[in-house]
């Protein structure tokens, strides 16, 4: 049973940074694809980034890109998104994900993940 458990949440200005975090147990990550979504109040879950195994491949969606970056460290079987440059619309609730099926990819499609993590809170203050 692979688990996701996602940290690194929290309250910052605008103009600010944090850091999520994803550690996956159960299984070593190494061979998954994985993505972070995101669902702000009222919202669809949207794709944010991807990555694939060996993290050669990247994909953000166009909002983010140049401010956000997905990395991925198999040592510590653990996902990252370092977030810069906050605004207040990218407060919502951000999702790890990983996808078995597909590691060469780095896949935006959120119905080809087959696990997901709990959640963090990120919320922009202006």
């Known amino acids: 049973q692979v688990q996701l458990v996602e940290s690194g949440g929290g309250l910052v200005q605008a103009g600010g940074s944090l850091r999520l975090s994803c550690a996956v147990s159960g299984r070593t990550l190494s061979w998954y694809a994985m993505g972070w979504f995101r669902q702000a109040p009222g919202k669809e879950r949207e794709f944010v980034a991807a990555?694939?195994?060996?993290?050669?491949?990247?994909r953000y969606q166009d909002s983010v890109k140049g401010r956000f970056t997905i990395s991925r460290d198999h040592a510590k079987n653990t996902l990252y998104l370092q977030m810069n440059r906050l605004k207040p619309e990218d407060t919502a609730v951000y999702y790890c994900?990983?996808?078995?099926?597909?590691?060469?990819?780095?896949?935006?499609?959120?119905?080809?993940?087959?696990?997901w993590g709990q959640g963090t809170q990120v919320t922009v203050s202006s």
């Open positions: 990555i694939n195994w060996s993290a050669g491949k990247l």
């Open positions: 994900a990983a996808d078995p099926q597909n590691p060469l990819t780095a896949v935006v499609t959120e119905d080809e993940y087959d696990y």
